[in-house]
T-cell receptor, first 113, second 114 residues
Framework: AQSVTQLGSHVSVSEGALVLLRCNYS??????LFWYVQYPNQGLQLLLK??????LVKGINGFEAEFKKSETSFHLTKPSAHMSDAAEYFC???????????FGKGTRLSVIA | DVKVTQSSRYLVKRTGEKVFLECVQD?????MFWYRQDPGLGLRLIYF???????EKGDIPEGYSVSREKKERFSLILESASTNQTSMYLC?????????????FGPGTRLLVL
C-alpha cells in the first residue's frame, strides 16, 4: 500500500522568499514520485518527477525536489517565489507498472507582494 | 503535446438525473482515470481503465459507473445524481509501460447537483 502526507494545507511566503512544500510518502515498493501544480480553474500539470537515478530532480518554473529514501521524503523547493507561483501543489506516489498514483491532499501556496 | 479534453467545464444538474461526463485523449494512451477533487480531500480515484472495455474500481466508486468503448474515450456516469456528488471531476490518461508514467490531466468539470 502507498500513501502520501503533505504537511501544511496552506503555505504563505513573501515574493522572493524560499518556497518549501513538504511531502512524505509510504511505499512498500520502490516509489515513483511526482509533484503536480494546479492553477485556479485548471487541471493538474506535471512539475517534476522522480523515477530512478539522480535524487535531485529539476522541474519547470525553477522548482526542484530531492528524493530522500532514509527520510521517505520528496520536498519541493524554489529559491525565490514569484507571484505566478500561487497555486495548489500535489505530491503523488506510484509503483512500477500500471498501479494508479496516490495523491496527497494538496498544499495551497500563497505569495505575498 | 498530449491533449485531454472534457466535455463540459461547468455543469448544473438536478438530484436524480443521470449525468454523463466525457473525456477524450488524443495520444493513444492505454490508461485512463477519473478522479474527484474536493477541498481538503485532494484527489480521490473513482475508476480507472487499462484498455478498451476494461475498468477497475478506485477508492470511491459508489454511485458511479464508467464506460470505455473506444481507446480515446472514457465516460463517467452518475446513474442518479445526488447533492453529495457536487464536486470537481478530473480525467487523466497515461501510456502503459512497465514504469509509472506521467498522468496527463484534462481541465476538469465542475459539477453542481441541486
Amino acid at each position: 500500500a502507498q500513501s502520501v502526507t503533505q504537511l501544511g494545507s496552506h503555505v504563505s511566503v513573501s515574493e522572493g522568499a524560499l518556497v518549501l512544500l513538504r511531502c512524505n510518502y509510504s511505499s512498500s515498493v520502490p516509489p515513483y514520485l511526482f509533484w503536480y501544480v494546479q492553477y485556479p480553474n485548471q487541471g493538474l500539470q506535471l512539475l517534476l518527477k522522480y523515477t530512478t537515478g539522480a535524487t535531485l530532480v529539476k522541474g519547470i518554473n525553477g522548482f526542484e525536489a530531492e528524493f530522500k529514501k532514509s527520510e521517505t521524503s520528496f520536498h519541493l523547493t524554489k529559491p525565490s517565489a514569484h507571484m505566478s507561483d500561487a497555486a495548489e501543489y500535489f505530491c503523488a506516489v506510484g509503483g512500477a507498472g500500471n498501479t494508479p498514483l496516490v495523491f496527497g491532499k494538496g498544499t495551497r501556496l500563497s505569495v505575498i507582494a | 503535446d498530449v491533449k485531454v479534453t472534457q466535455s463540459s467545464r461547468y455543469l448544473v444538474k438536478r438530484t436524480g438525473e443521470k449525468v454523463f461526463l466525457e473525456c477524450v485523449q488524443d495520444m493513444d494512451h492505454e490508461n485512463m482515470f477519473w478522479y474527484r477533487q474536493d477541498p481538503g480531500l485532494g484527489l480521490r480515484l473513482i475508476y480507472f481503465s487499462y484498455d478498451v472495455k476494461m475498468k477497475e474500481k478506485g477508492d470511491i466508486p459508489e454511485g458511479y459507473s464508467v464506460s470505455r468503448e473506444k481507446k480515446e474515450r472514457f465516460s463517467l456516469i452518475l446513474e442518479s445524481a445526488s447533492t453529495n456528488q457536487t464536486s470537481m471531476y478530473l480525467c487523466a490518461s497515461s501510456p502503459r509501460t512497465s514504469k509509472q508514467e506521467t498522468q496527463y490531466f484534462g481541465p476538469g468539470t465542475r459539477l453542481l447537483v441541486l
